[in-house]
């Protein structure tokens, strides 16, 4: 957002059109996460001005989203990278808020943003997911990591996530000012990638499917199965790799007498 200001912010709402939205598109061609960035601000920014009455037509409304390349999509965080952010957003810090948010419910950004103290029952969270179109509820215990970091804060009145001045989020502000933390500490990754190592762990830690659907609101077992694999693959792999030790596998040598045998029925 900050580059669309330098660019274009001295433009009135009603200037922009269609071709502007596409041009913006193009100059970000060879990054297509920032062009789909890019573009999910605009739209957030203009249902904002057409709800508010700035303007009476929403340029953005059928400019299509960049495809994604093939590939198992957002990079998903590691704990090198859990742990640059932690240093750099000590608890304390509403950058640090968000990261543990994220990590330790699984939920989308567009979720993050919503949940608050209104969500949370005798220490348990539940939450329409904003994908489903708020028909699948997750069902989040509050672990005590995240409750010091919420006691800590600074948290919103309504939603944990905030901004400098308690305010909250769109999703895809927040995923831009997520994203400008994490590259301050080092990590050039999205708020994605955090749900996604928190769904590794949580398998690797032996969450089942049902489980994992229960945490990440996912169904039909496929996403969820996908880690259970993965995870599963990895423990196949450790059990099995002493079978590759040529010397702990092979048959013992036979002794001196079981020899002496052999050469005498020649």
């Known amino acids: 957002m900050r580059h669309v200001l330098e660019r274009d912010g001295a ?22 996460a920032a062009a789909r960035n890019f573009l999910d601000t605009m739209k957030g920014l203009f249902r904002w ?51 543990d948010v994220l990590l330790y419910t ?15 029952r005798e220490g348990v969270a539940t939450i329409r997911t904003e994908k489903s179109g708020e028909t699948i509820e997750v069902t989040i215990p509050v672990l005590e990591v995240l409750q010091r970091t919420l006691n800590a804060g600074p948290i919103g009145d309504l939603a944990w996530i905030c ?3 308690g305010e909250p989020f769109a999703k895809e502000a927040f995923g831009n000012e997520f994203s400008a933390a994490a590259r301050a500490a080092g990590v050039k990754k999205s708020a994605h990638g955090v749900r996604k190592i928190a769904a590794t762990t949580a398998a690797n830690n032996g969450a089942t499917v049902n489980e994992l ?9 496929g996403m969820a ?22 010397e702990r596998t ?15 029925s020649e």
């Not at 990895?234 to 040529?246: E, F, P, S, Y």
């Open 213 to 221: 659907e229960a945490i990440f609101g996912w169904i039909g077992g």
């Open 225 to 246: 199965s996908l880690y259970t694999r993965k995870a599963d693959r990895v423990k196949l792999a450790k059990k099995a790799i002493g079978k590759l030790d040529g």
């Open 163 to 165: 901004g400098a001045r």
């Open 11 to 32: 433009k009135p709402f009603a200037a922009l059109r269609r071709a502007h939205i596409v041009a913006g598109l193009d100059r970000r061609a060879g990054t297509p």
């Open 49 to 99: 001005a057409v709800e508010r009455d700035h303007v009476k037509v929403d340029p953005t409304a059928d400019v299509k989203t960049p495809k994604r390349k093939k590939g198992d999509g957002f990079v998903a965080w590691t704990e090198s990278d859990v742990e640059a952010y932690c240093l750099k957003w000590p608890i304390g810090t509403r950058q640090r808020v968000w990261l």
């Open 106 to 120: 699984g939920l989308r950004r567009g979720d993050a943003v919503r949940i608050g103290k209104q969500h949370v």
């Open 250 to 264: 092979a048959p013992p040598a036979p002794n001196e007498k079981v020899r002496g045998l052999a050469q005498n």
